[in-house]
């Protein structure tokens, strides 16, 4: 029983971990704008949005990469990855334990 859950936890996290770059963030700066960072928990992906100047704060998502360049740090994906599967692990077997106690 325990290989499907780390199968879940593992594939679930993936989806977690790639979904979380379409989230909006805000930048505050033109410098910020040639370097906005996507990605949770941690940042993976840097795209440069510096192509016109609009107002601040501005609330930016991931833009095509043929039109804006992007840097992919797959270490910090991999991390990120890593992080959120051993939540979800954990979150399982604390439902486990208290599912258990409920009985």
Known sequence: MRQPVTSVAIILSIILV???????TTVLSQAELAGVKFGLPFSFIVQSQAYHPPFFPWQTSISSIWEHPIQIYFHVFFIDVVIVCLGSLFLSKLLQVIAIKLR
């Open 18 to 24: 790639f979904v979380s770059v379409y989230l909006p």
